[in-house]
């Protein structure tokens, strides 16, 4: 996106609070969340003021966790020029040496929802978004605007793997990785080579930051955000790092 994009000023949008919900992610505690006005397509200039305020992006809608007495949902975000690579990633990016990569803009395709599906129905059938569905899918992670973005990872032409990002004027935004499982694909811990590319795509572009979206202390399964270090924790309307 470009620096000359015009901004409309936040204070100027209009936002919507949901009812209160089940938490997806802590047990018997209830959720809130901040929604952009509908109306309000998410185009360049007001998504990166927003994303800058902790807002992510899910199909044509911008919002954040708005939980009354609770602020275990933190933002956070790598800051790629200070990020080092562990033992454990340096080997998973060896390991994916002949996984090719291809870029392309976030349509829809039955490849891809044919992997998606089966990712979910493996990997999440406890969660929200099974039973997966073709119009789920679409109105979760295709968006025909030129910031949203597909990331293919392919193994001998065969796809192994989709990675959704959003291209914004300070960094790369994570948007949802899936892959195929499988037990001799399960060594290959692809989940957290898309995140290692989308840190190279970052320097490439010379972008500072991947945003990898909310982290929660208690949630064993956002734990794993912590292996990339330095990561940078937002802490009301400043950033600042949290994990060396």
């Not at 929802?113 to 997966?132: F, K, T």
Request: charged fraction near 25%; include cysteine; glycine fraction near 4%.
């Amino acid at each position: 996106m470009s620096s000359n994009t015009p901004r409309r000023p936040v204070r100027d949008l209009r936002f919507f609070l949901t009812v209160p919900h089940s938490c997806s992610y802590l047990p018997d505690r209830e959720a809130t969340t901040l929604f952009l006005d509908p109306q309000e397509s998410p185009v360049p200039g007001v998504y990166d003021s927003l994303a800058l305020l902790g807002f992510r992006r899910s199909g044509r809608h911008l919002y954040r966790p708005h939980c009354e007495g609770c602020n275990a949902c933190r933002s956070v975000r790598i800051p790629v020029e200070q990020f080092e690579s562990n033992r454990t990633q340096r080997k998973i990016w060896r390991r994916n040496a002949d996984i090719s990569i291809r870029i392309m803009p976030a349509y829809f395709a039955s490849t891809h929802y044919s992997l998606y599906a089966d990712y979910i129905r493996q990997r999440h059938a406890d969660g929200d978004m099974y039973p997966p569905s073709r119009e789920q899918y679409r109105t979760f992670l295709t968006l025909d605007e030129p910031y949203a973005h597909l990331m293919e990872m392919y193994l001998h032409d065969e796809l192994v793997g989709v990675a959704a990002f959003d291209q914004l004027e300070h960094g790369l935004s994570a948007i949802y990785t899936f892959f195929a499982v499988s037990e001799e694909l399960d060594k290959r811990s692809l989940g957290t080579f898309a995140i290692l590319k989308l840190v190279e795509l970052s320097r490439q572009k010379e972008l500072p930051h991947l945003y990898l979206g909310y982290w929660i202390e208690e949630c064993r399964k956002m734990r794993y955000k912590q292996a990339f270090a330095p990561l940078e924790i937002l802490d009301g309307r400043h950033w600042r790092q949290l994990i060396r």
